[in-house]
């Protein structure tokens, strides 16, 4: 039932213990029906199957009055999402309208409360992805590796939840499939280019870290899938991109890269041309180029757990110079900060050190991959905003910040700022918070949903008994809204830590 999902949900929430959250959702994995397993793996981790609803705060803000017991099921409950999800067209609002009043009336005050805390994306219990993968592993008795592999390869822990517990052999039998796009591998962090390859050690592949959008590219024969970093399908919006990967002479690959915009000087444009050039297919004109850094799949051969040196030299082959992303290999690290110099005089953000020997790796952030920029900057997630004055009256202006802390699933501040915003940034804030806006206003701060994520640039960290963290940003500014993350991919309170090496 709903009602055990939601305890389960306030159990974990509860505690601190990682093993006492694993426990407890473990224990609910274990009990849930074939029939419901997807569902409630899901929902454990805080989302809903949907991708949209139609959904959000204000059409949540008024509800019927709870049910006095529970009689919801898992199942239901998500058919009646199913249904809300396909209501478009005339009169769609008020059938809206109609199925939340009829599923919410339904459901007992922590129902409700949980409810509607996941269709905003408020379901904060400390629960993550890997948690869920972890608490699966243990429910299935099936080794941890082999589910995170299968979960990396077959775009989510949810596809995977149903072989789990057909044993080991279910989950080896997950394999990359040409069109449908796995999990990102990501590059943790070094003040320095020397302090990064001595992290990775031997020789080394240093890449330029273009500031655009990391795509992932699929083919086979002339069918091709472009998707973001959060597997989003965006091929429809990148006709040019498409063009060049079907040119290339193969029939079946996947590429890993970027997609970014660069001007006539050879220089990047502002970040937020080639996001608003990948948010729609006409883009204001704005061309984006595509440049691959990596190889997974060619023409029938998996490269997932190759060498990295192995997959260069592939993708040297197939992909010509100038749609690769300019990088050098060294076991020098001078050479390899002289790259870096290189780059940033480019206009470039700084250079990602990988090891040669590492194999391709998804989900947590290990030393295989190593990413080195000049300016400190951390993604973090709005927790409130103020009013503005003088010139700034009437526009919602300094943001609270906040940092992602994993064992609480809530966030932690580490200070507000106001400063590297535009007037036209202001424009879009002011609307954008306005919708994300909670109740608990005074008037001054308006608390908000915490889902919108923002790069923040920085000088340095302080030691603060201001904030719960005890930490504080020193000269925070906006260096652009991040769309394409979502809070989960926002850095932890423990990486802001490890900058200070507390």
């Known amino acids: 039932m709903l009602a055990d999902v939601v305890a389960t949900s306030a ?3 509860a505690t601190r213990s990682r093993k006492a959250k694993t426990a407890a959702l473990a224990e609910r994995l274990a009990e849930a029906s074939p029939e419901e397993l997807e569902v409630v793996t899901s929902y454990l981790a805080g989302s809903l199957l949907q991708r949209r ?7 949540l803000a ?4 709870p ?4 009689t919801l099921e898992v199942v239901e409950v998500h058919e009646a999402f199913d249904e809300i999800a396909a209501l478009a067209g005339p009169g769609s609002a008020a059938a809206r309208t109609s199925a939340v009043a009829a599923l919410f009336g339904r459901a007992t005050a922590d129902e409700q ?8 994306g408020e379901v904060r219990q400390g629960a993550l992805d890997s948690l869920v993968q972890e608490a699966l592993a243990a429910a299935a008795g099936v080794p941890l590796p082999a589910l995170r592999r299968a979960a990396m390869l077959a775009g989510s822990t949810v596809a995977v939840a149903a072989r789990a517990f057909a044993g080991e052999e279910a989950l080896a039998d997950v394999g990359l499939e040409v069109g449908r796009p796995v999990l990102p591998m990501l590059a943790s962090s070094a003040p320095t280019v020397a302090e990064a390859v001595a992290k990775v050690g031997g020789a080394v592949a240093v890449d330029t870290k273009l500031d655009g959008i990391r795509i992932q590219v699929h083919r086979a024969g002339d069918d091709v899938v472009v998707a973001t970093r959060t597997l989003d399908d965006i091929t429809h919006r990148l006709p040019e991109v498409v063009d060049l990967v079907r040119s290339l002479p193969a029939d079946r690959l996947v590429l ?3 997609a970014i915009s660069i001007g006539d000087d050879g220089r990047p444009r502002p970040f937020q041309e080639t996001a608003s050039r990948t948010a729609t297919r006409s883009g204001s004109g704005v061309h984006v180029s595509a440049y691959f850094f990596d190889l997974l799949h060619l023409d029938g051969r998996d490269l997932l757990d190759a060498p990295l040196a192995e997959r260069l030299a592939e993708l040297d082959a197939l992909v010509p110079e100038p749609s690769r992303v300019a990088r050098v290999m060294t076991d020098d690290a001078t050479v390899a900060e002289d790259f870096a110099a290189d780059v940033l005089k480019q206009g470039h953000e700084g250079v990602v050190v ?6 391709w790796e998804a989900g947590r952030r290990g030393a295989g991959w190593i990413k080195v920029k000049p300016v400190h900057t951390l993604d973090l997630v709005v927790l409130a905003v103020e009013w503005g004055s003088g010139r700034r009256r009437g526009w919602l202006s300094n943001i609270h910040l906040g940092a992602r802390d994993p064992e609480t699933g809530g966030f932690v501040m580490l200070g507000k700022t106001f400063k590297g915003m535009t007037d036209e940034m202001l424009r879009w804030q002011t609307e954008r918070f306005t919708e994300l806006a909670t109740d608990g206003t005074d008037g001054w701060v308006v608390p908000v949903r915490p889902v919108q994520v923002v790069e923040i640039a920085f000088d340095g960290l302080q030691r603060s008994t201001r904030y719960p963290g005890g930490l504080a940003l020193r000269f925070a500014r906006v260096v652009r809204y991040r769309d394409d993350k979502t ?3 926002a850095d932890t309170i423990e990486t802001v830590r490890g900058l200070v090496g507390s």
């Open 487 to 489: 809070a989960d991919d």
């Open 113 to 120: 409360a949980w409810l509607r805390g996941i269709v905003t």
């Open 67 to 70: 049910a006095e017991a529970p």
């Open 11 to 13: 159990a974990v929430s």
């Open 53 to 59: 609803t139609g959904l959000g705060w204000r059409s």
């Open 354 to 359: 990988k090891s040669l020997t590492a194999p």
């Open 62 to 65: 008024a509800l019927p009055t």
């Open 256 to 258: 890993d890269g970027e």
